[in-house]
């Protein structure tokens, strides 16, 4: 059983930046993808970012050149550096796993099967 619990969500004006965490526990198998998602009220998941332990990443159109996926494999956690926020960067944010190493690490929610609680991100413009 892999346990995910996100952290570093909070309020932020437009153009401010945030950093998300993501600690994995329970964690036993050596390769594995993780992603991070966000949600919007109304809206459907939609994956952000997504890495491979090997350190291969994947994004979003809409975030690249913001944001920066990386991960520290010794401590198991993922995190999420988000530069340049924007109001439409408002969302429930979401760290998820999955027990397989996909080329390239996918972005779509049905890829992963291991998620956490969740981290509010607020930007206001």
């Known amino acids: 059983q892999v346990q995910l619990v996100e952290s570093g969500g909070g309020s932020v004006q437009a153009g401010g930046s945030l950093r998300l965490s993501c600690a994995a526990s329970?964690?036993?198998?050596?390769?594995?993808?993780m992603a991070w998602f966000r949600q919007a009220p109304g809206k459907e998941r939609e994956g952000v970012a997504a890495?491979?332990?090997?350190?291969?990443?994947n994004y979003a159109d809409s975030v690249k050149g913001r944001f920066t996926i990386s991960q520290d494999n010794a401590k198991n956690t993922l995190d999420l550096q988000m530069n340049s926020l924007k109001p439409e960067d408002t969302a429930m944010y979401y760290c998820?796993?999955?027990?397989?190493?996909?080329?390239?690490?996918?972005?779509?929610?049905?890829?992963?099967?291991?998620w956490g609680q969740g981290t509010q991100v607020t930007v206001s413009s």
């Open positions: 890495m491979n332990r090997d350190g291969r990443t």
């Open positions: 998820a796993a999955v027990h397989v190493s996909y080329y390239p690490p996918p972005l779509g929610k049905d890829s992963y099967n291991y």
């Open positions: 329970g964690y036993t198998y050596t390769w594995y993808s």
